[in-house]
């Protein structure tokens, strides 16, 4: 979609697993603060938080984190190489 033709333009892209051991990351993004979009934003991010903690440059659920602990790979992209995945500690 055209940010320009929808200035109201909100989008989600879900999370979840790809194939068994991969995790693929989703987002919440706006490219804009005005009215309907930076209000849903604002809440997705704030129920997003509320929920999961950060690792990394990634705010990560308890079940998606249980699953990194043991093995699985998180990528922004299923065909990303494996020196991009997310290394919990």
């Known amino acids: 979609m055209d940010q320009g033709e929808n200035p109201t333009l909100a989008r989600l892209r879900p999370s979840g697993q790809f194939t068994e051991g991969v995790l693929v990351a989703g987002s919440v ?29 990634f705010w990560v659920g308890p079940a998606a984190e249980e699953n990194l602990r043991l093995g699985w790979r998180l990528v922004t992209s299923a065909s990303s190489p494996r020196e991009y995945d997310l290394a919990v500690e």
């Open 29 to 57: 993004e706006t490219f804009s603060r005005s009215s309907y979009s930076g209000l849903l934003f604002q809440t997705l991010g704030k129920l997003l938080k509320q929920r999961t903690r950060r690792i990394g440059r």
